[in-house]
């Protein structure tokens, strides 16, 4: 077996069955543990990030919105686009309720992580923050437990210079490509140069002005591409709103009692395809959103976590179920079967020349991601080597996505995949460890809003 395949095969491991049990899980008991905080306060969460609670002189460095959007750069990507569209071919179209049940579960191990990265973050003499799962292993288990907040840390440094990183621009090159020349046609070296130096020096400007820039852009940047795209998709759905219901009727049917769902295996198709790519979506479990909650302006490390929860919904039930309904309701999905592809001819379908919001979005969300993985990336370099390792960690980001523009990289791509999948276990051990903490800080938060102390 060569290198490349045994890459490829380890990725497909860590990304398999257990791990995947394991994170739906563990939001499972997370949900049941706090109630089911993902209903109770959502309302609560959407005033936090209108600015209700915000208070500049509380430590931290970005607002409650700008911490979300921060967040969301990093989560709203190529998964809601090319993601959704390998779920519906790989699982049928019953992949996308699984899709919507990983969100829900999803949202209360979210809470329950950003909720602690604010309880148990360190803020530095000059005000900077430094939250995080790897904070909260450390200084929540104690020093025994220090070895799986370095795995945390290392795992997240390596996985953002493939998934985040070099697997994005990669992305973008392809779709700058289609948009210039059309789908399927082969880029060309002078266009990948000239989009690789491009890219580069626009994260550059970006990411070495640290989380204040990249959240300041990253609270424009997100809203804009997020309403862009869910208006091109809903003026689709609206031409072909007879079709919504069917559309809805097939997504349940395939979840559970469509014949290529039984003789499939449901939990080796539909439920598998759902939830991978739900999880890739958005993120829940890995530990990646805590960083940028992190840094958020707030005393109150409930409220902080109350506005990550709403990541996973906006992120997965709002922008991937517009993608999933047009694939859908087009039935794109039964004459396109290159994910790739599927997307952008369903938007094609639905309405002419949509393609291009496809190619447009599929841009706009992977700089965003590139963006904010750089975060990640150097808040973990910051915890394994301190704060002098961080700019240089920044330029050599910079060179991975002129690298990454330039070459598929597959093998590495592959193995920062399972980095990043990796991430997720002391993460969960952390979060599960520390639930009583979470649901006491809940409890607490809940009265005291209920008797407005």
Request: charged share 10%; hydrophobic share 50%; net charge neutral.
């Amino acid at each position: 077996m060569n290198v490349s395949q045994w890459l490829s095969d380890v990725s497909s491991l860590v990304w398999g069955p257990p791990l995947m049990v394991l994170l739906v899980g563990t939001g499972l008991y997370l949900s049941f543990r706090l109630v089911f905080v993902q209903f109770r306060g959502f309302f609560h969460g959407l005033k936090v990030i209108l600015g209700q609670y915000d208070n500049p002189s509380d430590p931290g460095e970005i607002s409650h919105f700008k911490a979300l959007t921060t967040a969301l750069s990093a989560t709203i990507g190529t998964g809601n686009i090319v993601g959704v569209a390998a779920a519906i071919l790989v699982g049928g179209p019953g992949a996308v309720f699984w899709m919507w049940v990983t969100a829900f579960v999803g949202m209360a191990t979210k809470f329950t992580s950003c909720t602690l990265a604010v309880h148990f973050r360190k803020i530095g003499k000059e005000g900077e923050a430094h939250g995080g799962p790897m904070h909260f292993i450390e200084m929540g288990l104690g020093p025994r437990f220090k070895v799986l907040a370095v795995s945390f840390a290392a795992f997240t440094a390596l996985a953002s210079f493939g998934i985040g990183n070099m697997f994005q621009v990669s992305s973008i090159v392809s779709s700058i490509g289609a948009l210039m020349y059309g789908e399927g046609v082969e880029v060309t070296q002078t266009t990948r140069i000239v989009v690789g130096l491009t890219v580069a020096m626009l994260v550059a400007l970006v990411i070495l002005g640290g989380i204040k820039r990249i959240a300041q852009v990253s609270s424009v940047l997100v809203p804009f591409m997020c309403l862009l795209y869910i208006i091109a998709g809903t003026e689709i759905l609206l031409r072909n709103a007879h079709l919504i219901l069917p559309g809805f009727k097939l997504i349940f049917y395939h979840a559970f009692s469509a014949p290529e769902s039984i003789s499939g295996g449901l939990l080796g198709g539909v439920i598998r395809a759902g939830v991978a790519r739900g999880l890739f979506s958005n993120e829940a479990g890995l530990g990646s959103a805590a960083m940028a909650h992190g840094a958020a302006q707030t005393n109150e490390p409930v409220r902080e976590g109350l506005v990550a929860m709403l990541g996973p919904f906006i992120d997965t039930v709002i922008i991937c179920s517009i993608t999933a309904l047009v694939i859908i309701c087009t039935g794109a999905y039964e004459v396109v079967h290159v994910k790739a592809q599927l997307t952008s001819a369903a938007f094609n379908m639905g309405l002419a020349h949509y393609g291009k919001v496809v190619s447009i979005g599929v841009v706009l969300f992977a700089f965003s991601t590139l963006i904010a993985w750089s975060y990640y990336g150097d808040r973990a370099v910051d915890y394994l080597f301190g704060s002098k390792a961080v700019v240089p960690y920044r330029w050599v980001y910079v060179a991975f996505v002129l690298i990454g523009a330039l070459h598929s990289l597959d093998d590495v791509i592959n193995f920062c995949d399972a980095m990043n999948a990796l991430m997720a276990i002391p993460n969960l051990i952390g979060l599960l460890v520390l639930s009583p903490v979470v649901v006491r800080l809940t409890q607490d938060y809940f009265q005291r809003m209920k008797s407005n102390v």
